[in-house]
């Protein structure tokens, strides 16, 4: 079988992302006849079929499901390549880092000093996320190195540092009926709302989306859920919330991620520098 080619990839994902082929027509721009050709001419190639189709309905099929996340990952890697081209390129270089908000765990302010000390250090952009972003970001070229957390965070192509591993507290709303305690177990809040973050398992969180810090400290003053996070959310836990050690709960980590193969001396710098600050941190 030939090499696919970028807009096959492209009109695929369209298909199995709206499931309605007319609709994948108008997102590309393109009339849904050549569309459809263009699918069965794809899996013809493939020998799989990858779409069910009824007069009523479109789904994917596990062949179909499969060749999704392949595809997107194919797609952000061509992006991914375009854009750090474009940055190498630069009359002034620059690094782009990705958080989520207060997913540094307080270290960058120890650790953007200690890189600018470096002499291979350049100047850093710091893009501030949302949760869960920060992943699809540095697949896809955005940003050259981002700060995830295990094991949430998906890691797939990525080398990673271990900066800080982090115990989990409860965040309660001050008058919860466990805000008084000194430690929980898991299973003491067996009957909580817990908040959906991007990417969780909706069977699982069947709570709000929370998309942030400040969203998820107004939800749980108001006693809309309760929250199981890392400790270092008690750095910007508001006055009428509380952070309870949960002794069960799996510890978590604070990683730096950078793109497998990379050769930049600007990114190993600051590699260089986020573990020394980290390695010198005072206890959250």
């Given amino acids: 079988m030939d090499a696919l080619e970028t807009r096959e990839l492209v009109y695929f994902v369209a298909v199995a992302e709206e499931l309605h082929f007319g609709r994948a027509a108008e997102r590309l721009g393109i ?10 001419r794809l899996e013809r190639r493939m020998e799989v079929t990858l779409l069910e189709r009824t007069s009523r309905a479109v789904s ?3 062949a179909g499901t499969v060749f999704l ?21 630069q009359d002034v270089p620059r690094l782009k880092v990705a958080m989520k908000p207060e997913g540094d765990a307080g270290l960058l302010e120890r650790i953007l000093p200690a890189y600018r000390q470096d002499p291979d250090a350049v100047d850093v952009h710091v893009e501030v996320c949302g949760a869960g972003e920060q992943s699809r970001m540095l697949r896809d ?27 989990q507290v409860a965040v309660l709303a ?16 067996d009957s909580e709302t817990f908040p959906r973050f991007p990417g969780d398992d909706p069977v699982q ?24 996070v890392p400790e270092s959310v008690r750095r910007h836990a508001r006055s009428d919330v ?3 050690p949960v002794l069960d709960a799996p510890s978590s980590s604070v990683l730096l991620a950078w793109p497998e193969r990379t050769h930049s001396r600007a990114v190993a710098a600051f590699v260089r520098a986020s573990t020394e600050a980290a390695a010198t941190a005072p206890a959250v």
């Fill in 141 to 167: 070229g955005r940003v050259d190195l981002a700060l995830l957390h295990a094991p949430h965070d998906d890691l797939t192509g990525f080398d990673t540092e271990a900066l800080l591993t982090l115990n």
């Fill in 205 to 228: 969180a069947t709570g709000p989306e929370v998309r942030d810090i400040g969203q998820l400290m107004q939800l749980v003053a108001l006693g809309r859920v309760v929250a199981v």
């Fill in 60 to 62: 994917l099929t596990p």
């Fill in 242 to 244: 509380v952070c309870v």
């Fill in 174 to 189: 001050r008058g919860h009926r466990l805000a008084e305690h000194t430690a929980l177990a898991l299973a003491d809040l």
């Fill in 31 to 40: 009339a849904q006849p050549p569309l459809s050709r263009a699918i069965q």
């Fill in 69 to 89: 996340a392949e595809c997107h990952k194919a797609l952000d890697a061509v992006t991914a390549a375009q854009r750090r081209a474009q940055r190498a390129g």
